[in-house]
């Protein structure tokens, strides 16, 4: 069953420029890859961002109390969708006693947006700054207590948008990924100008047949069932996103037919943590110890460097955990949830 929404009455303005544009249809049904929890209260919400796309997302809120709740926006992984990884973790600190919301990103899962299956730092990161626009004026949130939770290379996204704005009180960024860095250099840093270059021509060219047939395709998804010589991280990935008993779901990228081919091209030229040195309120930066991607925490880790501020910073390596342990716990039960609810906490209280 689906239900048609426009936009929470709690975050409606008499600005027309912010009505919500699109129609959207929305699941109404729990169809999440978690449990739902008898603890808190959940409900289908959307609010407009400065591009005016219409993003879907699932609030979360403690059963008990009135007061003016501390409020978190989370999202990601890169190509996932909100009944995943981000649902999880929004749906666990709402049981700590924070109004959560996990949305889907532009263009893509339940939100608005066109061509679908695109991705852009400049508008994704607005969307986190458009999440906090929807919480601060939530009646029932303390717009002075707003934090951000990004996982995988929303975790990058997240830094960026705390480097822009002073209202995120407190980001975490779980098993994170510099977008830009790993379009540009490759994984483990292995391409150089040349590689790139090739990159450019052959992506500059897909814009030209995707323009004359009318049509932008999707890069293709995860495979079913990894080759003999897949690397151990992509096994991971497929392991996650491919099992209908883990990860898997059928609005996700990654579960599916995968990013736009060309999408990644406007990355080639981009920095997406230019300003992360400026980022002045608390990090947590969450890496699995055989994480393929630890690289990218200790990199952002050493960034956060703002003069008196970066004593607010901390980098917490899992014992074990891998880059996918992190989205739903793995086997281990890997997701430090005490570690990331206390730092949260101390931050914003």
Known sequence: MALSISMN??????????????SLSLTNEWDKTFPKSEKVMHEKVTFVNRFGITLAADLYRPKTGNEKLPALAVSGP??????????????????????????????????????????SMDINTEDFCAAVDYLSCRKDVDSERIGIIGICGWGGIALNAAALDPR???????????????????????????????????????????????????QGGLPDVPTDDATEF??????????EKRGYHSRSLNS???????????????????????????????????????????EAYQKLTSGKYADNKRLLIVPAATHCDLYDGGEGNF???????????????
């Open 9 to 22: 009455a709690q975050a409606q303005t008499t600005n027309s420029r912010f009505a919500a544009k699109e």
């Open 78 to 119: 890169f190509g996932a969708v909100k009944e995943q990884s981000s649902g999880l973790y929004a749906q666990r600190l709402a049981e700590e006693g924070f109004l959560t919301i996990a949305f889907d990103p532009s263009f893509t899962g339940e939100s608005g947006g066109s061509p679908r299956y695109s991705s």
């Open 168 to 218: 995120i009180k407190v980001t975490v960024a779980i098993t994170l990924y510099n977008m830009t860095r790993v379009t540009q250099q490759g994984y483990f840093d292995s391409m150089d100008e040349e590689g790139r270059y090739q990159l450019k021509k052959q992506l500059s060219e897909q814009r030209t047949e995707e323009f004359r047939k009318g049509e932008i395709l999707p």
């Open 234 to 243: 992509l096994k991971q990935y497929i392991a996650y996103y491919k099992s």
């Open 256 to 298: 599916n037919m995968g990013w736009n081919i060309t999408s990644t091209l406007m990355m080639l030229n981009q920095n997406l943590w230019i300003a992360a040195s400026e980022v002045r309120t608390p990090v947590l930066i969450v890496h699995g110890e055989k994480a393929h991607s630890r690289y990218f925490g200790e």
């Open 335 to 349: 997701i430090p949830w005490n570690e990331i609810v206390d730092f949260v906490k101390r931050s914003i209280k």
